[in-house]
């Protein structure tokens, strides 16, 4: 009888990660947290330490000390099945790390178990591999031309064809947000920075495929990350803006580890910039918002790259806004619902994230429902809408546009 | 004879310990050595793959997280993420580990004594003064590890959020710490006649204290590898891979 082969395999997952799976004691601090798992009215399955156990008993039934004895232990597809759905539902914003008393890098072992699991041909969800497949396709996540990267761009703005300053627009702002690239642009503009922009050889940032667990497929990350890099050097780019979180946090953390090297620039989010000339008093505002503000942290910007108080101290610096926090804050945020495929891949699922995230802004009586990137902003205005709720939903760098009085349309 | 009994049982129990230590080990090395990687083909797990992969991580530079000595000192030792999210587990964690840690040390040290006095090397007093020096370390560190046993075992029992998330991994692990930790108070107490001996006669004491010894280097050192207890091994080097995490 041939021997029996263990029905899960270890691709992706480091050795480390492996043993954190041991040093889970299941306190329960990372179901408390949980957005997904509290959005959706506590299905066991969704809760971190679940996932955890799981994937532990998988392992042990694998490679541990009865495997040893008597051969790896089978475990049904239905069963691996099951356990992909609850890895992609799942945000990937990382509060379960925050919180974990083991110290478990959660966002990591996530991301990497996805990538197992797409490898072993169970994964991804529903129709995130679509989405891999249009961005090799495309460069670009809406199938749209890349020869329209720029066509938002409007007769007022001055875009220079080389500069040591970049700014990236993203898929999400140059296709279907504009009201950010206007912003951008015109607030740079506005301010007297000479700045480039990628144009057609902007390529997708690569976020998707690394939080889908599809970083393997066809090279596409690596590709965009190496193509996106080199253009960015041809354009003469030493410091690069981005106003979308997700492509930031690509930028920083993704891009690196993908080529193996560091960044030849620097990468820098634009509430970090303007908050650096806000301390150089190079800001002259001209308009008063007069509203009551308060700030969602994106999961991409805080949490894992841990740029907290410079949207803050953009906002606290506008003339006439009252700026107040909401209960959870900072690196023990509320996930907008957005993040690591939910939205595309599971949509009412991200809707409900996004209501909690909505009702936590209301509570503080709030106007404006602020953010600082493009993903936020989409789902936290469905969560909105599906409230019908009397907030407002704009981002940092349109509302410093209003206050410079600049238009966003 | 009960010398000799205890010392091939914790033999035997040091054995299991390292035998299930390496499996666990060799199982973690089946995991690859970096990120976006995949394990070499018919390479099985090894110890010293696991070793490699978690120094690379614990060396390696990074713009976040602490440094070795304040993640040991803080969130080892003093265990700082579980003060972060609840001061009463905390507590409750720090008298478990400071008692379960002490006591452990302790019984090393008394064997330790009883050892170099019967290879026949004379030291400044006999096992049964040492003894009597650690009575009272002894029953000060296990109260300690009794009150947070107590502690968490009706937290288990009556936190009902507590008690609907408990499976049989969580049960096991405090069902034997309380076991151990009785059963070393009924020994003690069996000998010396005093608030633990329950009326039970002097002649009683050996066969209590061994059966004390004995659960204590099965369940506390031999099962280690096999079950919850891993924690103790896992946690530390989580945190120190991580630079004490997030």
New interface residues.
């Given amino acids: 009888m041939a021997k029996r082969t263990p029905s899960i ?12 799976l ?8 990372c ?1 408390k947290w949980c957005p997904t798992y509290a959005a959706s009215g506590g299905k066991p399955g969704l809760a971190p330490r679940d996932k955890i ?1 799981r994937w532990k008993q998988f ?2 039934k694998s ?3 009865k495997a ?1 004895l008597f051969g790896p232990q089978e475990i049904p597809q239905s069963e691996l099945e099951e356990f992909k759905d609850d890895v992609y539902g799942c945000t990937t914003c ?1 509060v379960c ?9 959660t966002v990591e072992l996530w991301e990497a178990l996805r ?1 197992n699991l797409v ?1 072993k041909g169970i994964g991804p969800y529903g129709k995130l591999a679509s989405t891999t497949k249009i961005i090799k396709e495309y460069h670009n996540a809406y199938m749209l031309d890349q020869k329209d990267r720029l066509a938002w761009v409007p007769p007022d703005v001055k875009i220079a064809d080389k500069s040591d300053i970049v700014y990236f627009t993203g898929c999400t702002a140059g296709y279907k947000q504009l009201s950010l690239a206007f912003a951008t642009s015109r607030v740079l503009n506005k301010l007297g920075i000479k700045f480039a922009m990628l144009g057609e050889e902007e390529w997708c940032c690569g976020s998707n495929p690394v939080r889908t667990g599809q ?2 497929y066809q090279q596409v990350a690596h590709e965009a990350a190496r193509h996106n890099v080199e253009a960015l050097q041809k354009k003469g780019a030493k410091k690069v803006l981005f106003a979308c979180a997700g492509c930031f946090r690509a930028a920083k953390v993704d891009w690196p ?2 080529l193996g090297k560091e960044l030849p620039f620097e990468v820098i989010h634009i509430t970090q910039f303007l908050a650096d000339l806000i301390k150089e008093d190079k800001i002259k505002w001209e308009k008063s918002i007069n509203k009551t503000v308060t700030y969602h942290d994106p999961c991409h910007l805080g ?1 894992h790259v ?1 740029v907290f108080n410079a949207p803050r101290y953009v906002l606290t610096h506008i003339p006439g806004i009252k700026f107040v926090e909401m209960d959870r804050i900072k ?1 023990m945020q509320r996930c907008c619902g957005a993040g690591g495929g939910v939205k595309a891949g599971m949509g009412d699922l991200a809707v409900a994230i996004g209501e909690a995230r909505v009702k936590d802004a209301l509570e503080t009586n709030a106007d404006i429902l602020s953010s600082a990137c493009p993903f936020c902003k989409r789902n936290l205005s469905d969560g909105r809408d599906a409230l019908k709720a009397d907030i407002v939903v704009e981002d940092v760098i349109e509302l410093v546009a209003e206050a410079l009085g600049l238009s966003t349309t | 004879m009960t010398f000799v009994q205890v010392m091939i049982m914790a033999i035997l129990a040091v054995v299991i310990f390292l035998y299930g230590l390496i499996v666990n080990l060799q199982k973690w090395g089946t995991g690859v050595t970096g990120y976006n990687l995949e394990p070499q083909a018919g390479k099985k797990g090894s110890a010293i793959t696991f070793l490699k992969t978690w120094w690379k991580q614990v060396t390696a530079e990074s713009h976040h997280g602490h440094g070795i000595l304040e993640t040991l000192i803080l969130d080892i030792a003093l265990q700082r993420r579980i003060l972060k999210r609840s001061p009463f587990r905390w507590i409750m964690h720090l008298f478990i580990f400071g008692g379960w840690m002490t006591l452990f040390a302790l019984s090393g040290l008394m064997f330790a004594v009883e050892m170099i006095e019967k290879i026949g090397i004379e030291l400044p007093f006999t096992p049964e003064v040492f003894r009597d020096w650690l009575s009272i370390p002894n029953y000060i560190f296990g109260y300690i590890l009794l009150i947070g046993v107590l502690i968490a075992l009706v937290r288990r029992l009556f936190v009902s959020e507590v008690r609907e998330a408990s499976i049989k991994y969580d049960w096991v692990l405090i069902g034997i710490l309380f076991i151990v930790t009785i059963s070393g108070f009924l020994a003690d107490g069996i000998r010396t006649g005093i608030i633990w001996s329950f009326g039970l006669a002097p002649s009683a004491a050996p066969p209590a204290a061994l059966f004390h010894s004995i659960f204590a280097l099965v369940f506390c050192i031999a099962f280690i590898p096999y079950s919850k207890y891993i924690h103790v091994i896992a946690i530390p080097l989580a945190l120190l891979a991580n630079k004490g995490g997030e």
């Fill in positions: 395999d270890t691709k992706n997952l480091t050795a480390v990660q492996l043993m954190e041991d040093s889970c004691v299941r306190c329960g601090e179901v156990l392992m042990n490679y541990g000390f040893k990382g790390g925050t919180v974990c008393e083991a110290g478990i890098n990538t490898k970083i393997g580890r993908l949490r841990g690196e």
